[in-house]
């Protein structure tokens, strides 16, 4: 399994030390096949030593230059990060991130050798619509989206379960997910929404689910010990 954690604009330089010093302790009893990926805020970016990998939470597609505000690979590669999450429904909404700029974004990435989770996910009124209405929106999110990369990750991330504490059903996750890898030729595919220590068993038991995205369950240390060590 893989269990992700996205800090979000949550934690800082100090606090995500101690947490990192926390968490490796508590999964030393963790199975040997599971990976566990953390993402932090920029500012607490750093060469942290562990069984863990450090990505990015977003970064600009370029090397360096006059972008201000942005991070792009030189300042990953500081810290030797090869990570990145891309197309989080949060930078596309709130960051005004387009299909078209995400996909730009993902090819230069691709290009660099990054290993990318990839984002996807809907609404509430597009899950009211059906599951057709689903499948047709997610779909379009894989527009200008290489999915034979070998590095890829997918991460099915419904809205509406974002930070609500209300996780998509099993039914939903299950059937969602069967779909969607059947798209992205069975690469593995990560679900996120309101993911925490009391459903992760259910969650990770579901045929097609190979991991977790979690963001509020992950900010503490024990709490995301906890989901990955059930
Ligand atoms: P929550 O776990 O807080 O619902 O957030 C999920 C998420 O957006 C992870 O990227």
Same mark, same amino acid.
């Given at each position: 399994?893989?269990?992700? *954690?996205?800090?979000?604009?949550?934690?800082?330089?100090?606090?995500?030390? %101690? /947490?990192?010093?926390?968490?490796?302790?508590?999964?030393?009893?963790?199975?040997?096949?599971?990976? !566990?990926?953390?993402? $932090?805020?920029?500012?607490?970016?750093?060469?942290?030593?562990?069984?863990?990998?450090?990505? =990015?939470?977003? @970064?600009? *597609?370029?090397?360096?230059?006059?972008?201000?505000?942005?991070?792009?690979?030189?300042?990953?590669?500081? &810290? #030797?990060?090869?990570?990145?999450?891309? #197309?989080?429904?949060?930078?596309?909404?709130?960051?005004?991130?387009?299909?078209?700029? !995400?996909?730009?974004? &993902?090819? &230069?990435?691709?290009?660099?050798?990054?290993?990318?989770?990839?984002?996807? #996910?809907? $609404? %509430?009124?597009?899950?009211?619509?059906? &599951?057709?209405? !689903?499948?047709? /929106?997610?779909? *379009?999110?894989?527009?200008?989206?290489?999915?034979?990369?070998?590095?890829?990750?997918?991460? /099915?991330?419904?809205?509406?379960?974002?930070?609500? #504490?209300?996780?998509?059903?099993?039914?939903?996750?299950?059937? =969602?997910?069967? @779909?969607?890898?059947?798209?992205?030729?069975?690469? $593995?595919?990560? /679900?996120?929404?309101?993911?925490? $220590?009391?459903?992760?068993?259910?969650?990770?038991?579901?045929?097609? !689910?190979?991991?977790?995205?979690?963001?509020?369950?992950?900010?503490?240390?024990?709490?995301?010990?906890?989901?990955? %060590?059930?």
């Amino acid at each position: 399994m893989i269990y992700a *954690a996205n800090f979000k604009t949550n934690h800082t330089r100090k606090s995500t030390e %101690l /947490y990192l010093q926390e968490l490796s302790l508590n999964i030393k009893a963790k199975n040997v096949d599971d990976k !566990v990926y953390i993402f $932090p805020p920029a500012t607490a970016m750093d060469s942290y030593e562990g069984d863990f990998t450090i990505g =990015t939470q977003n @970064a600009y *597609a370029a090397h360096h230059g006059a972008y201000t505000g942005e991070i792009g690979i030189e300042q990953l590669d500081e &810290f #030797g990060i090869k990570t990145i999450l891309i #197309g989080h429904s949060e930078r596309r909404e709130y960051l005004g991130e387009s299909q078209e700029k !995400v996909s730009q974004k &993902f090819s &230069f990435f691709q290009e660099e050798g990054f290993e990318i989770i990839y984002c996807i #996910g809907e $609404p %509430l009124e597009i899950r009211e619509k059906g &599951f057709e209405a !689903v499948m047709k /929106y997610l779909l *379009a999110q894989f527009d200008g989206i290489d999915i034979n990369y070998d590095r890829l990750i997918v991460a /099915y991330e419904p809205i509406w379960a974002i930070g609500t #504490g209300r996780s998509a059903t099993v039914e939903e996750i299950s059937t =969602t997910h069967r @779909a969607l890898k059947k798209a992205i030729d069975n690469k $593995p595919l990560l /679900y996120g929404g309101s993911a925490k $220590p009391s459903n992760i068993k259910e969650i990770t038991s579901i045929a097609g !689910v190979d991991g977790v995205l979690v963001g509020s369950a992950s900010l503490d240390a024990e709490s995301f010990s906890e989901m990955i %060590l059930s």
